[in-house]
C-alpha cells in the first residue's frame, strides 16, 4: 500500500506559477512510476504529466508541456509538479499518482494508487 499526500494547490493569478508536490509513504518509492493528472468540473480524469522510476523518462501533456516540469526524488519519496505561465484552462484538481508496473503513462488504469487532490486555481 502506498499513501501518497499531495500539497501545493492554491489561487493564483493567470501567468503565475505554482509548485505542486507529493509526498508518498512506502520506503520502495523509487519502485513506482509517478504520474500527475487533473479533474475539473464536469470533466473526466486527464493525464498531467509523469516520471519513470529512475526518472529517466518524463512524459507531458500537450497542454502543459513547455509549461511544467516533473521531477522526483527518490531519496525524499517525493514527486514534484512545477507549472508556470498557468491559465484558466488550467484549474482542476491535480491527483498524483503511483503505478508499479506501466505501460502507458499517460492512461489513468495503469495507476494503481492515487492521492486526494490539491485544487488548483487559475484566475484570469
Known amino acids: 500500500q502506498v499513501q501518497l499526500v499531495e500539497s501545493g494547490g492554491g489561487l493564483v493569478q493567470a501567468g503565475g506559477s505554482l509548485r505542486l508536490s507529493c509526498a508518498a509513504s512506502?520506503?520502495?518509492?523509487?519502485?513506482?512510476?509517478m504520474g500527475w493528472f487533473r479533474q475539473a468540473p464536469g470533466k473526466e480524469r486527464e493525464f498531467v504529466a509523469a516520471i519513470s522510476w529512475s526518472s529517466s523518462f518524463t512524459y507531458y501533456a500537450d497542454y502543459v508541456k513547455g509549461r511544467s516540469t516533473i521531477s522526483r526524488d527518490n531519496a525524499k519519496n517525493t514527486v514534484t509538479l512545477q507549472m508556470n505561465s498557468l491559465k484558466p484552462e488550467d484549474t482542476a484538481v491535480y491527483y498524483c499518482?503511483?503505478?508499479?508496473?506501466?505501460?502507458?503513462?499517460?492512461?489513468?488504469?495503469?495507476?494503481?494508487?492515487w492521492g486526494q487532490g490539491t485544487q488548483v486555481t487559475v484566475s484570469s
Open positions: 499518482a503511483a503505478a508499479s508496473t506501466v505501460d502507458d503513462y499517460r492512461t489513468v488504469d495503469e495507476y494503481d494508487y
Open positions: 512506502r520506503r520502495t518509492f523509487s519502485r513506482y512510476a
